[in-house]
């Protein structure tokens, strides 16, 4: 039945899609006018990102509105005639954007990393990541200091965590968080608590490469000890927990608010035990009862957008939803076209959260033209905090006859709730 409700709402999302073709057409009516605006010249250029330098010196510099907002840019490195690395600033407001980079020579930003970056005025682009500068050559780079030298590539980042063992609470609170890619390509990560600048507690977790839901997990088991050498035993993904009967292991980033997951396991509601939390901002309204049915509405730009093998980038509707129900694994990430066209990638399995991105497996398409059709599909979509600003939703997924994906990038403008009381 809720999966009757969200095809439902994407016919009725199909029209409102269609209703947005006014207030877009302008940018998509005038590709040559678009087009007369991109520039490529050259440029003084740096980019830095986790400590590594990428580009120092002259680099090729592209502007395009269109595609990367009123003062965004691409910077590409060649070497021998061939990309070696580059980067994109996608400008989304005044003095901050999105930055995406490439970490291997030839490969596309739009592959790589991303981050939040600002800007006070002036050449570069700073974020927590990244760093990413252009000046005109001859200029000289007044005011630019380069970075000292580079941290160790593993250097963790500050995280919320919370680690219980055997009904006691071992760590809650701040930590040290590191992610880590084993031998045999099983991703993980490990976070460490101090107490008076002292190591306290270390809590590691194991990622099976060929069940990425299935993982392993071990501590330090005392305050001090220095190796997370004690198992903790298998531990399956829940929100953004890992846990088992004993075991409870959760990251959230700085400031994230934690909602239910706060409380103990057994203190928990049942919707909160059963699925990943709803994304939606529990600081304004208290958890709707078990059937709720909760649709997310973004603002932003498609970045690409691939219907049964076609590529419809050009005519994507500017908006996104994302779906769930309240007590239930079911949700849906809906896309759709200006000519009426609606795209839903849908899900009947628990996602889990990591890093503080929604990991969610995909099984199914919801395609509605005049006539809609469910296929079936394997796949991932992937979404950060809603809360937390900018960011980018993606979506892939494979039939047995052709593949559908799409990459959504959110102005960073809180996105719209709405709620349907169950019936």
């Given at each position: 039945?809720?999966?009757?409700?969200?095809t439902?709402?994407?016919?009725?999302?199909r029209?409102?899609?269609?209703l947005?073709l006014?207030?877009i057409?302008?940018?998509?009516l005038?590709?040559?006018?678009?087009q007369?605006?991109?520039r490529?010249?050259q440029a003084d250029?740096?980019?830095e990102a986790d400590?590594?330098?990428?580009i120092d010196?002259?680099?090729?510099?592209?502007?395009d509105p269109?595609s990367y907002?009123?003062?965004?840019?691409?910077?590409?490195?060649?070497?021998?005639?061939?990309?070696?690395?580059s980067a994109?600033?996608?400008?989304t407001?005044?003095g901050?954007?999105m930055?995406?980079?490439?970490?291997?020579?030839?490969s596309?930003?739009?592959d790589?990393?991303?981050d939040?970056?600002r800007?006070?005025g002036?050449?570069c682009w700073?974020?927590s990541?990244v760093?990413?500068?252009?000046?005109k050559?001859?200029?000289?780079?007044?005011?630019?200091?380069?970075a000292a030298?580079?941290?160790?590539?593993?250097?963790?980042?500050?995280?919320d965590?919370?680690?219980?063992?055997?009904?006691?609470?071992r760590?809650d609170?701040p930590?040290q968080?590191?992610?880590?890619?084993?031998?045999?390509?099983?991703?993980?990560?490990e976070?460490?608590?101090y107490?008076g600048?002292?190591?306290?507690m270390?809590?590691?977790?194991?990622?099976?490469?060929?069940?990425?839901?299935?993982?392993t997990g071990?501590?330090n088991?005392?305050?001090?000890?220095l190796?997370?050498?004690d198992?903790l035993?298998g531990?399956?993904?829940?929100?953004?927990c890992?846990?088992n009967?004993?075991?409870?292991?959760c990251v959230w980033?700085?400031g994230?608010?934690?909602?239910a997951w706060?409380r103990?396991?057994g203190?928990?509601?049942?919707?909160?035990r059963?699925a990943?939390?709803?994304?939606?901002?529990?600081?304004?309204?208290?958890?709707?009862?078990?059937?709720?049915?909760?649709k997310?509405s973004?603002?932003g730009?498609?970045?690409?957008?691939?219907?049964?093998?076609?590529?419809?980038?050009?005519?994507?509707?500017p908006?996104?939803q994302n779906t769930?129900?309240?007590g239930?694994?079911k949700?849906?990430?809906?896309?759709?076209t200006?000519?009426g066209?609606?795209?839903a990638?849908m899900?009947?399995?628990?996602?889990f959260?990591e890093?503080g991105t929604?990991?969610?497996?995909?099984?199914?398409?919801?395609?509605a033209?005049?006539?809609?059709?469910?296929i079936?599909v394997?796949?991932?979509?992937?979404?950060?905090?809603p809360?937390?600003?900018?960011?980018?939703?993606?979506?892939?997924?494979?039939s047995?006859?052709?593949?559908?994906?799409?990459?959504?990038?959110t102005?960073?403008?809180?996105?719209t709730?709405?709620?349907?009381?169950p019936?």
């Amino acid at each position: 039945m809720a999966l009757d409700r969200v095809t439902a709402r994407i016919r009725t999302a199909r029209h409102r899609l269609a209703l947005l073709l006014c207030a877009i057409a302008v940018g998509l009516l005038l590709p040559e006018a678009a087009q007369a605006q991109i520039r490529v010249r050259q440029a003084d250029c740096f980019l830095e990102a986790d400590g590594k330098t990428y580009i120092d010196g002259p680099c090729e510099f592209l502007t395009d509105p269109r595609s990367y907002g009123n003062g965004g840019f691409r910077l590409a490195s060649y070497e021998n005639g061939y990309l070696r690395y580059s980067a994109v600033v996608t400008v989304t407001a005044p003095g901050s954007g999105m930055a995406t980079w490439t970490e291997r020579p030839g490969s596309k930003p739009d592959d790589g990393p991303s981050d939040i970056v600002r800007s006070p005025g002036g050449a570069c682009w700073t974020g927590s990541r990244v760093r990413a500068c252009a000046w005109k050559i001859g200029e000289g780079r007044p005011g630019f200091t380069a970075a000292a030298a580079p941290p160790d590539p593993g250097t963790a980042r500050t995280a919320d965590c919370l680690l219980e063992v055997g009904g006691e609470t071992r760590i809650d609170g701040p930590c040290q968080f590191r992610p880590d890619t084993g031998r045999d390509g099983g991703r993980g990560f490990e976070v460490r608590s101090y107490v008076g600048g002292k190591l306290d507690m270390i809590a590691q977790l194991i990622r099976d490469p060929k069940a990425p839901l299935e993982a392993t997990g071990f501590w330090n088991g005392r305050s001090g000890a220095l190796r997370a050498a004690d198992p903790l035993g298998g531990l399956s993904p829940n929100g953004p927990c890992w846990e088992n009967g004993d075991v409870r292991l959760c990251v959230w980033q700085p400031g994230q608010p934690r909602g239910a997951w706060n409380r103990r396991a057994g203190d928990r509601p049942a919707e909160a035990r059963s699925a990943p939390p709803a994304p939606r901002d529990t600081a304004e309204a208290k958890d709707p009862p078990p059937g709720t049915f909760l649709k997310l509405s973004f603002m932003g730009r498609c970045e690409s957008l691939v219907m049964d093998g076609e590529d419809l980038t050009a005519i994507c509707v500017p908006a996104a939803q994302n779906t769930s129900v309240i007590g239930s694994a079911k949700a849906g990430f809906i896309f759709g076209t200006t000519d009426g066209k609606a795209m839903a990638f849908m899900a009947s399995t628990k996602g889990f959260v990591e890093g503080g991105t929604l990991h969610q497996p995909i099984d199914e398409l919801v395609y509605a033209e005049r006539d809609q059709s469910t296929i079936k599909v394997k796949g991932t979509c992937e979404m950060p905090n809603p809360m937390g600003g900018p960011m980018v939703i993606t979506c892939n997924a494979q039939s047995a006859n052709s593949s559908y994906a799409v990459r959504f990038r959110t102005d960073g403008s809180k996105p719209t709730l709405e709620q349907s009381a169950p019936k």
